[in-house]
């Protein structure tokens, strides 16, 4: 337990610093951009975390859970991984450009920003020695490397704001950060652990891997899309100033999703350990994750109905004030959204992948739809009713209806009841 506290620990100050950066160098950035530019930006990104999600092929959790099991084939499973992603980054990344250069023809920013922001992904291979770190919780190595390059591409930052540089200085600098952040990673483990290389890569296992894998890369793709699909229906249907407006509430509610996984990815290959040699402490240490999940995210999404209406004033001005009654609405996804990654460690350590498939097939039609018919009525606010009402079926509700999943419904209820809790915290 002391390694997870620990693993934890060192994923919290990675993005704690990392949000720090953001209130201070990101606010001032979204205030330089105005909503306009900043609509633009988060249209692209919004398309490209499309690829994000789906360049690791769904393997990341399933390599983890190899490499603890499979320590002295470290190097033929990452290299195997490493080629992988090389080839899915060049595919996907290819994917979403396309896709934004077709709904956005003849706008030259929407051009010049996923010409700069698609090379990183392309480089995604680059990052498989995190999957390393994580199995053997030794986050702490990486959370230096990439903080180091945070705090330089923040200085970088203050620069380009300062002396009032163009638009796509900032969008080079935020290419420039994740391509050294991933190459700083594989120099790190090629000088400490070993050297990945294409040569050590192995048929056999990659389509095994990828054949496992398979149903958490259909789920990857389809939850992106739904969490995803608010922006870029408003992009297209409202315009960019209304999504930068939109996005300005996004980030802040999303802000605080690297805590579930930050958890979770520390819990990760204790709970493997346990689901194989004590059931009934691995189902106690699997409610533990969830009671610690749901508790953080509902004091968050309490706070921000005192603060959110000045914070945002404060922090982004006048233009985005719209964005703090988005943000009321929109925090509330958060509570199923720590759940659903609390439960979907179960559901990777089962076996029962295809599950997240469907989950996410579930949730991603249902904001269609409620987007479909609410962005024209209600504007912002019926987009940010349609991501919440879509998390709570993605989440919750889509696990009664099937037998395999009931129990993790049941599960999810007991978490509601908040005089156990504290049982739970005094066995931390």
Known sequence: MYKIISNSLWLFSDRILKMLIA????????????????????????????????????????????????????????STAFVLYIFSGILFTSLSVVFVLLTKVNDNDIFNIVFILSIPFVL????????????????????IIENTIVLIFALIRVYLLYFEYPFLSFIWSFAF????????????????EGRISPSKFSVTYAKEVVFVSFPLLLSAITTILYMKVDQIMIGNIMGDKELGIYSVAVRISELWYFIPMAISTSFFPHLIKLYNENVERYWFELKKLHVILFSISLIVALSVQFFADLGVFILYGEEYSQA????????????????????????????????????????????????????????????????LISQLFASSLFLIFRGSTFGLFLLQVETLKLWKWLSYFNRL
């Open 124 to 143: 995604r291979g680059f990052t498989v020695p995190r999957l390393f770190f994580e199995s053997q919780l030794l986050v702490k190595k990486i959370v």
């Open 177 to 192: 950060e994740s391509i050294l952040s991933s190459l700083g990673i594989f120099l790190y483990f090629k000088l400490t």
């Open 23 to 78: 209130l201070v160098v990101g606010i001032w950035i979204v205030r330089y951009f105005g909503p306009e530019y900043f609509g633009k930006f988060n249209y692209v990104t919004a398309c490209l975390t499309f690829s994000a999600a789906c360049i690791p092929l769904g393997t990341e959790s399933i390599l983890v859970s190899e490499l603890v099991k499979k320590e002295k084939e470290a190097i033929v499973i990452l």
């Open 324 to 387: 703090a009654k988005v943000l009321k609405i929109n925090i509330w996804a958060g509570l199923f959204v720590f759940l659903g990654v609390a439960g979907s460690n179960h559901l990777v350590i089962s076996k029962a992948q295809n599950i997240l498939f469907y989950k996410g097939l579930f949730g991603l039609m249902t904001n269609l739809i409620l987007n479909y018919i609410m962005i024209p009525k209600f504007g912002l606010f019926g987009a940010a009713i349609a991501t």
